[in-house]
Antibody, heavy 120, light 106 residues
Framework: QVQLQESGPRLVRSSETLSLTCTVS????????WSWMRQPPGKGLEWIGF???????NYSSALKSRVTISGDTSKNQFSLNVTSVTAADTAVYYC??????????????WGQGTLVTVSS | SDDLTQPPSVSVSPGQTASITCSGD??????ACWYQQKAGQSPALVIF???RRPSGIPERFSGSISGKTATLTISGTQTMDEADYFC?????????FGGGTKLTVL
């Protein structure tokens, strides 16, 4: 079965770049879509963006100017970069496999998540 | 999220039926999915394509959609079902989430 694991720095300074990697096991990132989401402490879920196996990406309009998602098929990993972070970017960041149909999409499974704190 | 509206909280007694609603224009596609998030854990898919259950999800979980409202129903609710539940739909090119509902079983 597919499993995902997020990794990366837990503490990022304000104005710097947040970088996370998702390692996929039990399946290849050369299939399906792969997404990043985040959840500020005590709040709801926010979709950040996805990567398709052909390299196509799509990002949330709210974050589009600061986000890049890329993949490394040789390592079966995909990554997230968020530039110019502020305290508002403090959240648990999740990666997930993303199923997409014509008018519907869902995420399964999710990684365990990693809390990233932005410090001033 | 303002895109999909969920009640902040729902309470149910063990063994009873819990219903959690999710409403909004984004449901005009007639598809929604639901995630369960227990305390300290990552979300887990419990319903997709409005009414389908992934492998391993108990039959007491069911979903439906009518008009612009999707409903997650848990029949014979168990204490282990206490969690936050989030709905999610598709808005043209992006996924959108509801604000979440805290289900209390007491």
């Amino acid at each position: 079965q597919v499993q995902l694991q997020e990794s990366g720095p837990r503490l990022v300074r304000s104005s710097e770049t947040l970088s996370l990697t998702c390692t996929v096991s039990g399946g290849s990132i050369s299939s399906y879509y792969w997404s990043w989401m985040r959840q500020p402490p005590g709040k709801g879920l926010e979709w950040i963006g996805f990567l398709y196996h052909n390299g196509k990406t799509n990002y949330s309009s709210a974050l589009k100017s600061r986000v890049t998602i890329s993949g490394d098929t040789s390592k079966n990993q995909f990554s997230l970069n968020v530039t110019s972070v502020t305290a508002a970017d403090t959240a648990v960041y999740y990666c997930a496999r993303h199923f997409a149909a014509e008018v519907h999409t869902w995420f399964d499974p999710w990684g365990q998540g990693t809390l990233v704190t932005v410090s001033s | 999220s303002d895109d999909l509206t969920q009640p902040p909280s729902v309470s149910v007694s063990p063994g009873q039926t819990a219903s959690i609603t999710c409403s909004g224009d984004k449901l005009r596609t007639k598809y929604a999915c639901w995630y369960q998030q227990k305390a300290g854990q990552s979300p887990a898919l419990v319903i997709f394509q409005s009414s389908r259950r992934p492998s391993g999800i108990p039959e007491r979980f069911s979903g439906s959609i009518s008009g612009k409202t999707a409903t997650l129903t848990i029949s014979g609710t168990q204490t282990m079902d206490e969690a936050d539940y989030f709905c999610q739909a598709w808005d043209s090119t992006t996924p959108v989430f509801g604000g979440g509902t805290k289900l209390t079983v007491l």
